[in-house]
C-alpha cells in the first residue's frame, strides 16, 4: 500500500468507525448524533432499556442496506424492475419490500409516500432518480 493511500485510509477508518455530531434534530432519533452501525444502537431508538423484547424488536425494524431503486427517470436504478427492494435489517434478517408508485397526481406532495413501506418510499425514490437528470 502506497502512502497516500494509507492516510485515505486511515481518514475513512476515522469517519467509518465512529459517530457522528450533527446540528440538533438531525440526528438518530431526532437528537445531535448519527450513530454509526454497530451492535448496541437500537439501545438509543427505543424509550424502554430495560426490556430485552424491546431491544430485539428495534433491530428487525431497523434497516441497514438495501436495493437501488429510483422512479420517473431513475427508472434504471432499480434492480427489480419496478417490483421493490431487498432490504437488509439489523437482526440480520433480509425482507421483500415491494415498491408503491404513488396515486396519480401525487407526485412531489406531502402525501406521494401513502400506502408505501419503509425504506422503500417514492419520496426517496424521487430523490435518487434526481441524479439520472445530473448525471
Known sequence: MELGQ???HCALNLVADSDLPV???IGNGGGDTIYRLKEGNERF?????NNP???AMAQ???FALMDQFGNLSG???FNHVPGGCNVLY?????AWVPYVAPAPG???TTSMDLGATQPVLPSLASVIGLFNIQN
Open 6 to 8: 494509507a492516510h485515505w
Open 106 to 108: 401525487q407526485d412531489n
Open 45 to 49: 431508538l427505543i424509550t424502554d432499556v
Open 60 to 62: 428487525s425494524g431497523i
Open 53 to 55: 423484547q424491546t431491544s
Open 23 to 25: 446540528e440538533s434534530g
Open 75 to 77: 427508472i434504471k436504478f
Open 90 to 94: 439489523m437482526d440480520g434478517h433480509v
